[in-house]
């Protein structure tokens, strides 16, 4: 059983930075996939950012040049880095990773943390 849990979180000026942090625990074997999704109140939920094993990312538009996506295997833990941070970045933002084990993949989603950009 592998537990997410996002820290890093909180409230922040239009132009302000934040770093939020996902820590795995549990009984991890490897980590293929790991992403950062938001949903603000009222919509969907949004892909933002993802990252392979190989270190390959990937970003939505409206974050591109903004946020950074990086990992740390040997703490287990996955960062997203948000830079000039505007007021539509407001939501719950969720981590999720994907490993193959036992011929199948498992699916793993942190609780969420909010950050909250203010005008």
């Known amino acids: 059983q592998v537990q997410l849990v996002e820290s890093g979180g909180g409230l922040v000026q239009a132009g302000g930075s934040l770093r939020l942090s996902c820590a795995a625990s549990?009984?991890?074997?490897?980590?293929?996939?790991s992403r950062w999704y938001r949903q603000a109140p009222g919509k969907q939920r949004e892909l933002v950012a993802s990252i392979t094993s190989g270190g390959s990312t990937n970003y939505t538009d409206s974050v591109k040049g903004r946020f950074t996506i990086s990992r740390d295997n040997a703490k287990n833990t996955v960062y997203l880095q948000m830079n000039n941070l505007k007021p539509e970045d407001t939501a719950v933002y969720y981590c999720y990773a994907a490993e193959w084990r036992g011929s199948k993949w498992s699916n793993y989603w942190g609780r969420g943390t909010q950050v909250t950009v203010s005008s």
């Open positions: 549990g009984s991890i074997f490897s980590i293929n996939l």
